[in-house]
């Protein structure tokens, strides 16, 4: 009886492991991935016109500012990801905030 009621218990809790395994792939497939990592160093400004609006995210559901300059090496590295990773949905967003270079960072701001 005994070895019967192990299996039991093992039975269990490897139900329990492949349902804690397909709730963290549910999860996880529904976070907003962005397609470019943006680092600090591409946020580098001196004035608020050397920063420009980006989304990095393929569905275009998010925003972010970096320096302009960069902007070539973001837009490439975004339509390289997204070609491979087509999104699901796409966001019909617009951006009412103002671009900013507060302490020499690009940053995104409330409207004025």
């Known amino acids: 009886m005994i070895f019967k009621k192990q299996h039991f218990y093992v039975a269990i809790f490897l139900f329990a492991i492949l349902l804690i395994i397909w709730g963290v792939q549910f999860v996880v497939s529904y976070i907003p991935w962005n397609a470019v990592a943006v680092t600090i160093e ?3 400004c001196m004035y608020d016109d050397d920063c420009i609006l ?10 972010d500012v ?3 300059v960069h902007s070539a090496k973001y837009r490439t590295a975004k339509a390289n990801y997204c070609k491979k990773n087509p999104p699901k949905t796409q966001c019909d967003t617009i951006f009412v905030g103002t671009k900013r270079c507060v302490e020499n960072i690009c940053t995104l701001g409330a409207p004025e």
């Open 42 to 44: 591409d946020k580098a």
């Open 54 to 63: 980006l989304q990095p995210d393929c569905e275009d559901c998010h925003f």
């Open 66 to 68: 970096i320096n302009k």
